[in-house]
């Protein structure tokens, strides 16, 4: 069934699917002591539609993190078909955020509680020196690296485990069990990328697990060393946490998808 466009007094639930370059933001989430991704999109709202909401995401991305493929949604009261929504809202985006997908979202839609799996990708350059032109996106390691010791690593994290030595302290969850569905890594020229999916991450984990595996493949911690970081959750076992620049949301998946067509949509009557 196609979406119908809102009436006078309905509340739409729309998704959006955001890009976005982190260098310049504290993350994701409104804070006191800087500028965030979540503040420029809420601006983007209030001077599009006069209407303050708030744009919940799938999940947080701390300061310095990118996405290419955050989903989020939104609350507005307004006549505007969902596809339209996206430029309405980059009209009023900085340079290094834009909104890439809009639709009128379908009943039970939630960006965050509705999300199956996610992608992350982590990306590092290989060099004793510094390259300006991959600085901003990749991490620098000054050594080499092999591949296939990366891909021996990336392996024993496949499956469900509890996570709690990749979980940075202070983070606040239910559990630290997660499963990961993939972790593939690839090279292309100068640069290596490590893509990581599973049904969620804990804080820091996706950083922890790359410098786990660069780790291995520099001979600084041994095969038994990530299984048992993994059985005995101690964080001394586990590498460093890598920058938070080298990190990418590449996707978050739901069943069915938010942006697909002929999707009933979810009206909320009443102010």
Avoid at 100 to 117: C, H, I, T, V, W
Avoid at 134 to 144: I, K, L, Q, S
Avoid at 248 to 269: M, N, W
Wanted: hydrophobic letters at 35%; one cysteine or more.
């Amino acid at each position: 069934m196609a979406c119908r466009r809102a009436l006078c007094g309905d509340i739409v639930r729309y998704a959006i699917k955001v890009a976005y370059d982190g260098t310049n933001y504290c993350g994701w989430q409104i804070q006191p002591n800087g500028i965030t991704v979540q503040q420029r999109l809420q601006e983007a709202v209030k001077a599009a539609f006069g209407a303050d909401c708030t744009v919940t995401a799938s999940g947080r991305t701390d300061s310095g993190v990118h996405a290419v493929g955050q989903v989020c949604h939104l609350d507005l009261p307004v006549n505007i078909a969902g596809e339209r929504l996206a430029d309405a809202l980059n009209v009023h985006l900085p340079q290094d955020i834009g909104v890439l997908q809009s639709a009128a979202a379908y009943e039970g839609f939630d960006a965050n509680r509705s999300a199956k799996k996610k992608t992350y990708c982590y990306r590092m350059y290989f060099s004793s020196r510094r390259n300006p032109l991959y600085d901003r996106y990749c991490a620098r390691v000054d050594a080499p690296c092999n591949a296939d010791a990366l891909r021996e690593v990336a392996a024993m994290f496949i499956g469900e485990h509890d996570f709690t030595a990749y979980c940075s302290s202070g983070s606040q969850v239910k559990t630290t069990v997660r499963e990961i569905y993939s972790a593939e890594v690839s090279a292309d020229g100068d640069i290596m990328t490590v893509s990581v999916c599973g049904n969620g991450f804990l804080y820091n984990m996706v950083r922890t697990l790359v410098g786990t595996m660069l780790w291995y493949s520099l001979g600084k911690l041994s095969a038994e060393d990530v299984r048992r970081s993994l059985t005995e959750g101690r964080r001394e076992l586990t590498g460093k946490t890598m920058p938070a620049k080298g990190l990418t949301l590449l996707q978050v998946e739901y069943s069915p998808d938010p942006f697909a067509a002929g999707l009933p949509c979810r009206h909320k009557i009443g102010r």
